[in-house]
T-cell receptor, first 112, second 115 residues
C-alpha cells in the first residue's frame, strides 16, 4: 500500500532562515507526490507536485521540493521563510486508484 | 473561478438526526472524494467516485453514504450521526491519473459536531 510519513509534528524556524519540511514515501511504481498547505479555518491548497522529470520542483509562494528516489524522500523547502508561511503542511501520494494518501501533517511556525 | 463548494461550513447536530453535506465542483472533474481530518491522523478518505453513478468505499466508510447522480455534485450523507463522527470534513475533486494535471482541489471544509 502507498504511504507517506512526515516525521516531524512541528518545525520551528526564524523568519528569513531557510526551512525544510520532511516527507518520505513508500509506493509501488512511479510516485505521484504532492504538497498541500492548510491555513487556519481554510481548505487545503495545492503547493506543488512531482509526476516525472526534473527532481527539483518549484511551486507556489516560493516553495520547492526535491524528489530523491534513492532516499524515497520529497522534502519541502524554501530559501527564506516568512511569518505568513506558518501553517499546517501535508505531503501526499496519489496511488494507482487515484486516491490521495496523506501524511499526518507538519505544523510550521515561523517566528519574527 | 474554478472551485469546490461545500455547505454548510459549520454544523452542530444531535445523535441520530440525518444530515447531508453538499459538495459541488465546476471543473468537470471525474474524480471526487470525501475526507475527514482528525488531529494527528491527517486526512482519511471516506468515499470516492470515479465518475457519475460510480462510487466506492475509502478507508473509513462506516456510518456514511454518498451518491453521484451528476458529475458536478457529490453529497455526503450521515443517516444516523454519532459523536465519533465529529470531525472536519473536506470534499475534493480532480481529473484522474491519466491526465498530468492531477492535483486535487479542496472545498473549504465542514466542521461537524454531533452531540
Amino acid at each position: 500500500a502507498q504511504s507517506v510519513a512526515q516525521p516531524e509534528d512541528q518545525v520551528n524556524v526564524a523568519e528569513g532562515n531557510p526551512l525544510t519540511v520532511k516527507c518520505t514515501y513508500s509506493v509501488s511504481g512511479n510516485p505521484y507526490l504532492f504538497w498541500y498547505v492548510q491555513y487556519p479555518n481554510r481548505g487545503l491548497q495545492f503547493l506543488l507536485k512531482y509526476i516525472t522529470g526534473d527532481n527539483l520542483v518549484k511551486g507556489s509562494y516560493g516553495f520547492e521540493a526535491e524528489f530523491n528516489k534513492s532516499q524515497t524522500s520529497f522534502h519541502l523547502k524554501k530559501p527564506s521563510a516568512l511569518v505568513s508561511d506558518s501553517a499546517l503542511y501535508f505531503c501526499a501520494v496519489r496511488d494507482e486508484g487515484d486516491k490521495l494518501v496523506f501524511g499526518a501533517g507538519t505544523i510550521l511556525r515561523v517566528k519574527s | 473561478e474554478a472551485q469546490v463548494t461545500q455547505n454548510p461550513r459549520y454544523l452542530i447536530t444531535v445523535t441520530g438526526k440525518k444530515l447531508t453535506v453538499t459538495c459541488s465542483q465546476n471543473m468537470n472533474h471525474e474524480y471526487m472524494s470525501w475526507y475527514r481530518q482528525d488531529p494527528g491522523l491527517g486526512l482519511r478518505q471516506i468515499y470516492y467516485s470515479m465518475n457519475v453513478e460510480v462510487t466506492d468505499k475509502g478507508d473509513v466508510p462506516e456510518g456514511y453514504k454518498v451518491s453521484r447522480k451528476e458529475k458536478r455534485n457529490f453529497p455526503l450523507i450521515l443517516e444516523s450521526p454519532s459523536p465519533n463522527q465529529t470531525s472536519l470534513y473536506f470534499c475534493a475533486s480532480s481529473f484522474t491519473r491519466e491526465f498530468m494535471n492531477t492535483e486535487a482541489f479542496f472545498g473549504q471544509g465542514t466542521r461537524l459536531t454531533v452531540v
